[in-house]
């Protein structure tokens, strides 16, 4: 998603949203299409109620991964639901918006395994309980390519073959935020081995100050890469010393 927030760096990041407000409005008159609702006026009643009535435009408007959540599942539907009614391009494009949806938020890799998953339920119990029969090769073919994507991504420009390059900090600032952390220190400290230990009287309280403040202890412990594997050991341990409370 870094990727295509900077090819609209120099417009200000609005060619990044007007692509997502349009993706939005594609992909909704599909699902209307699919329905035998492909009118332009319930088209833009549709649109415009759920601008006024959802939180669809903010979103929408963010240059931020999150809207490609819904439009992920859209997509997923009308592909397993409605290929049938749709043409070659458009199925190709709902693929491929889905394999960027993937790469951009790992969120929605769990999102469209989990749909799969049940899918195939909906599959094997359609005849018996007169269901909609779903099509599972092409959404097996849109998670494949975003996996594919993600990896692929990751590497070419972190120099990393995994999903999540970084990941664990952002857990760890997590649990920061809620006290756990603090928690797992106040037990453990001191120790020479973590050196965390050093700043657990002036841990930032939120996540954001944690990752992205110029004067927090993060910068000082050597950024990210240099923390990983200190936060990765906080992170097991928290969640072993309080697995209820997590």
């Given amino acids: ?23 939005c409005g ?7 299409r699919a329905h035998g609702l492909c009118r332009p006026a319930i088209a833009v009643t549709v649109v415009a109620a759920l ?21 992920s599942v859209l997509a997923l539907y009308l592909i397993a639901f409605a290929s049938g009614q749709l043409r070659q391009w458009e199925t190709a ?16 890799l769990a999102i469209m395994l989990l749909l799969y998953a049940f899918l195939v339920v909906v599959r094997v ?3 018996l309980l007169a269901l909609p029969c779903p099509r599972l090769s092409l959404p097996a073919a849109a998670i494949g390519a975003g996996t594919a ?11 990393e073959a995994r999903f999540t390059p970084g990941g664990e900090n952002f857990l760890f600032a997590r649990l920061l935020q809620d006290g756990f952390v603090q928690s797992y220190l106040d037990r453990h400290c001191p120790n ?12 930032p309280a939120t996540s954001n100050d944690w990752l992205w403040d110029g004067g927090s202890p993060l910068r000082e412990l050597g950024g990210w890469q240099v923390f990983g594997s200190e936060a990765k050991r906080i992170i097991a341990g928290s969640i072993a010393q309080q697995p209820g409370a997590q």
């Fill in 149 to 159: 994507l993600a990896l692929a991504s990751n590497f070419i420009i972190g120099s």
């Fill in 26 to 32: 594609w992909t909704i008159c599909l699902v209307l």
């Fill in 1 to 23: 998603y870094g990727a295509f927030l900077a090819a609209g760096l120099p417009l200000d990041f609005w060619p990044n949203i007007l692509v997502q407000v349009l993706l």
């Fill in 192 to 203: 020479p081995s973590l050196r965390l230990c050093a700043y657990r009287n002036r841990l």
């Fill in 125 to 127: 119990l359609a005849k």
């Fill in 93 to 108: 494009a709902l693929i491929g918006l889905i394999a960027f949806a993937i790469a951009a938020h790992m969120t929605i």
């Fill in 51 to 71: 601008c006024v009535g959802t939180s669809l435009p903010w979103y929408a408007d963010q240059a931020m991964p999150d809207i490609f959540v819904p439009l």
